[in-house]
């Protein structure tokens, strides 16, 4: 009887501590995550610039969207980007990834690999804005010594989103390599020695084991490198602006301009809402590929 | 016996081979960070006579004190460089605060909320924490416009610390992920030894569970304050006056006053190298750490 008394004490001291435990996460959580984004999803229906009241307007916001060119230029904007940026930054980071493996563990290595992740975009940008600059930069000092036409990067239509690309790889390369290492380092040594044994030369042992083998890891880092790479901002605010012309004005930036510049609250919750589509749409795909494929080991 | 020679000696070939690539990518990786301070230290006028050379050309450190403000503006224009100076330490200062400020709160609340959800019984747990999940998956595109009138409007907390620390003080969905994840890999033992002593929950998560759990919640707090250090747009938006520009908002604000057809490259640089220590002595101090957390957030 009194142990039954002191266990259901015990049971309700757990809950009332869970509780208190919880509720300043979930504060956090429900005025910054929850609230928010449910209040973006409303004002996206709305007519708002801060001034006046908000004016429901149905889905008139989604409606414009559709025809909105500039909209669907940003769109195109930020596709090529990611175009440009994913595939080659994922090879990249294999190779690194396959030949730390391989080479060398040192954790010196990877320590200066991750270097560029670690610092701020803003200062990653500003260093390339003055590797890359027209006419004292360091990139073009070297291709002129070369007997090449010095070039524009960042200042050029053209060369603007592959260099803003580039840029990217160069800070995100070695961050991707680590990871893909780290998956690497949970393949069993052993299924190499035994295909090797069956006379698998290194091409074969890649394709028939590191890739399938390595998938969830590699799916992983494809879905989250590509959910950041929609969302490409802070480099542009110091290179381009946006510019040579609309060259760079990817969706993240035209979001800013109408928020922030423009001050239509609505419009821009409506832009946000439809690249969360978007980005969700591109996650749901790559997991559903992930699922059917995750039998590797087991 | 000739096939063992031949793969041994394809192998060092091999070898030369990889050692010649990674050198060159640690080589591309470390050179531009390099180049930002070789310039932060060079001379106006050599930097645009002396462009190839590898070290500081006409070594000089006006560059750093323009940017610290130890010139009037008439000497900084004097030099080639332009009025407005950094205020560097005012940056510094506001940067250290809130990321700071906010590791602390979200390592520790974040903490309080996974250790519930780990190892004490509620209704709806499992609910819950399924909500915070999802969460994670919300990209920030999504949140920021409305935190951003919460700010101005209802919060009224424009131009302030909190203004900008708020959003992720109390939790981060990553961060109860992450140490959930890590709660539920410690052993009970301890903790069952505790309760039998009668020892209180939150008592056991003081003494026991955090004392236990420094390396995961350093882990944490390292890729957190990383994170915070380097964000951009969230404290432009929100501390936009003067006194309470972050370093990254305060780089930023100095590269677009810099006249565009010739920037002042050498304040530029020598503001970038200053901005650089803090990030060099994390990865100096807890480099091997940082390693680590990243290769475990790619298995979260």
Redesign the interface.
């Known amino acids: 009887m009194t142990i039954r008394t002191g266990a259901q004490t015990a049971r309700r ?3 009332t ?3 208190l ?2 509720l ?6 429900l ?7 449910v ?2 999803l409303l ?1 996206s229906f709305t007519n708002w610039d ?1 001034l006046r009241p908000a004016k429901f307007t149905g889905i008139a916001n989604y409606i414009k969207l559709l025809s909105d060119k500039e909209f669907l230029h940003a769109l195109r904007v930020t596709a090529y980007y990611v175009v440009l940026n994913i595939p080659l930054q994922t090879v990249i980071a294999l190779g ?1 990834a396959v ?2 493996d ?3 563990k040192s ?1 010196a ?15 990653v940008a ?6 890359l ?1 027209p006419t ?1 930069g ?1 990139i073009n ?1 070297v291709i002129m ?1 070369l007997g090449f036409e010095r070039q524009p990067f960042l200042g050029s239509v053209t060369q603007a989103m592959p260099t803003i690309a580039a840029i990217n790889i ?1 800070r995100h390369a ?2 991707t390599a ?6 690497l380092q949970n393949i069993p040594k052993d299924v190499y020695e035994a295909a090797a044994i069956d006379g698998a030369d290194e091409r074969q042992m890649f394709m028939g084991i590191t890739l399938p083998l390595l998938r969830p ?1 590699l799916i ?2 494809l879905v989250t490198s590509l ?1 950041g790479s ?2 490409i ?2 480099t542009i ?2 290179t381009t602006k946006g510019g040579p012309v609309d060259a760079t004005r990817v969706v ?1 930036w035209y ?2 301009e109408y ?2 510049v423009r001050f239509k ?1 609505g419009y ?2 409506t832009i ?2 439809a ?2 589509l978007i ?2 749409t591109i ?1 749901i795909i790559q997991m559903r590929y992930f699922n059917a494929d995750s039998s590797d080991l087991d | 016996m000739t096939t063992l020679k031949k793969t041994k000696a394809g192998i060092s070939t091999r070898q030369i081979f990889a050692w010649i690539v990674l050198g060159m990518i640690v080589l591309v990786t470390l050179f531009p960070v390099w180049w930002v301070v070789r310039t932060g230290f060079s001379s106006k006028q050599e930097i645009y006579v002396d462009t190839f050379n590898l070290l500081p050309v006409g070594p000089t450190l006006n560059n750093f004190k323009r940017v610290l403000g130890m010139f009037s503006s008439e000497e900084a224009v004097a030099q080639g460089g332009t009025a407005g100076a950094m205020n560097f330490w005012m940056d510094l200062k506001n940067s250290l605060v809130v990321s700071t400020t906010t590791i602390l709160g979200q390592t520790f609340f974040s903490a309080m909320a996974a250790y519930a959800f780990a190892r004490l019984k509620f209704r709806f747990r499992d609910q819950v924490f399924f909500l915070y999940l999802t969460a994670m998956m919300i990209p920030g595109v999504v949140t920021l416009v409305p935190n951003y009138i919460l700010m101005a409007r209802e919060l009224q907390w424009m131009n302030t610390y909190r203004g900008i620390i708020a959003p992720s003080f109390l939790m981060t969905p990553f961060a109860v992920f992450f140490l959930r994840q890590f709660f539920l890999s410690i052993n009970h033992e301890l903790e069952e030894a505790a309760k039998l002593d009668g020892a209180s929950i939150p008592l056991i998560f003081v003494r026991v569970i955090l004392p236990m759990s420094v390396p995961a919640l350093s882990t944490l707090a390292i890729l957190q304050f990383l994170g915070n250090w380097n964000d951009y747009l969230w404290p432009f938006l929100i501390g936009k006056g003067a006194d309470m520009r972050t370093l990254t908002v305060g780089l930023a604000v100095f590269q677009s006053q810099t006249p565009q057809g010739a920037p002042d490259w050498g304040g530029l640089m020598a503001g970038t190298t200053l901005s650089l220590i803090p990030t060099i002595l994390i990865f100096l101090f807890f480099g091997r750490r940082a390693v680590n957390a990243i290769q475990f957030t790619g298995f979260r």
Do not use: H, K
């Open positions: 001291n757990e809950i501590w869970a509780l435990f919880i300043p996460s979930i504060i956090g959580f005025a910054f995550f929850a609230i928010p984004s209040r973006g004002m801060l690194m030949m730390l391989r080479f060398t954790t290595i990877r320590g200066i690999l991750i270097l560029p992740w670690l610092l701020p975009n803003i200062i500003l260093l390339w804005l003055w590797m600059d004292l360091f000092q010594s160069w070695g961050y680590i990871l893909l290492f780290a998956g890891v992983f880092v959910i929609f969302q901002f802070d605010v110091i993240y979001i800013y928020a922030f609250m821009a919750a946000s809402v690249l969360f980005l969700i996650t």
